[in-house]
Structure formats: structure tokens, C-alpha cells
């Protein structure tokens, strides 16, 4: 009886293999989330005479990754189910950091580090945290990053700064958690571009100076 069972299966998997079909359904795809950026409007910052390269941030995992991550207990992190981020989030800070910057920090220029361009200063970074927790209620997002700028001449480090990011999602849902990720990114733009400004920046070169209006 058991040899004839398992011919039978042999049988119907060569069945399904001739009939271009699987014995197991394919799995869904994955939702693939951005981070979702609010329409506010923020006045540009004063001008700064310089271009600064901004690079990717350094993380380990999980956070160097697509997944988008909850910490339900101090020892362990999960993924959220069926659904992941566009790319890896340290890959999405930078995208998100240099639209925000190149609007509103009054820098001469913001590139990313894969440009060929050359920069006076390069903004480095190493993201720590960045996921979602349900201390009571709904989940609430954390973020955190240290920031510092180098001079690339010099290579100092011009200013450093920790941020700290705490955000509540407005409910369980996915889509509101993913959103909770989002104001707390736009959150951390705007205070970097505060912490940018007050930079205790060197005297701009000639060539920077004879670029500016």
C-alpha cells in the first residue's frame, strides 16, 4: 500500500510538472511601501556656499534591509507580514534626506555619494534604530541616527549630533504604521536641517564663492 501511495504522488507531480501547472499555490507578491512624505511647506534655509555629499547611512542588520521590522520585546525584532519597503532602509534615509535637504537646507548643491561631483563637506551617518513597538495602544515608530560632517579637506568633523525619533501611528493598520515611518523620517530632515544650519562651518573656498549669486 505504501509503494502504491507513493507512486501515486510521483504520478500526479508529473501530471502537474507536463501541464505547466504546481502542486503548491504561488505565494502573493509582497506590498511594496515608500515612505510617504507630508505636503508641508517649509521656508528654505539661509544660503550655505557649499556642496555636500550625503552617504548612505551605515546600519547592521535588520535594519540593512527591505523588511519593515517591530520589536515586540527587547530581545526580538519580526517583520511585518506580506509586505516590505522599496529598498533597503538605509537606501530610502538617503533618497528621502537629499530631496529634503536640496529643497530646503540652502546648501549650493546636495548629491549622493555616487556622484562624480566633487563636495566640500560629506554628511555621514549610522542608523541604530528604526522600527515599530507597541508600548500600550497603537504601534509607535522609533528612529535613530547619528549625524556628524566631515570636511573633505580636512577630513575633521565639523558638528555631530544624535537624533532621536519617536512617532505614533494613528492605528494597527499597516498602511498607518508605514505612515508613522514616514512623518518620522520627514520629522528627522527637519531637525537635521536645523542642526545643519548652525554648523560651524569654514570659510568657503574661492572657487565655492565665485558660484554664488
Not at 501511495?5 to 511601501?33: D, K, Q, S, W, Y
Not at 530581545?75 to 530646503?104: C, G, K, N
Not at 499597516?174 to 560651524?200: H, Y
Request: aromatic share 8%.
Amino acid at each position: 500500500m505504501t509503494t502504491r501511495f507513493f507512486g501515486a504522488i510521483v504520478i500526479t507531480l508529473g501530471i502537474a510538472t507536463a501541464a505547466g501547472c504546481t502542486v503548491f499555490p504561488n505565494p502573493e507578491p509582497p506590498r511594496v511601501m515608500d515612505l510617504a512624505w507630508s505636503n508641508t511647506e517649509r521656508a528654505p534655509a539661509s544660503g550655505i556656499p557649499f556642496v555636500l555629499r550625503v552617504d548612505t547611512p551605515y546600519a547592521s542588520e535588520p535594519f540593512n534591509s527591505t523588511r519593515i521590522l517591530a520589536k515586540p520585546s527587547d530581545w526580538e525584532f519580526q517583520s511585518y507580514p506580506d509586505v516590505r519597503w522599496r529598498d533597503t532602509v538605509p537606501m530610502m534615509l538617503r533618497d528621502a534626506m537629499i530631496v529634503s535637504l536640496r529643497r530646503h537646507a540652502g546648501f549650493a548643491d546636495v548629491i549622493a555619494e555616487t556622484s562624480p561631483a566633487e563636495a566640500n563637506l560629506t554628511l555621514v551617518s549610522e542608523l541604530s534604530a528604526f522600527h515599530a513597538e507597541e508600548p500600550g495602544g497603537y504601534p509607535r515608530v522609533n528612529l535613530r541616527l547619528h549625524a556628524q560632517v566631515i570636511d573633505a579637506g580636512s577630513r575633521q568633523s565639523l558638528c555631530r549630533q544624535t537624533f532621536t525619533v519617536e512617532q505614533d501611528a494613528e492605528g494597527p493598520a499597516i498602511e498607518q504604521v508605514v505612515q508613522a515611518f514616514g512623518d518620522a523620517g520627514q520629522s528627522l530632515t527637519a531637525r537635521m536641517i536645523d542642526w545643519l544650519s548652525g554648523c560651524g562651518y569654514p570659510p568657503a573656498p574661492e572657487t565655492v564663492r565665485a558660484r554664488q549669486p
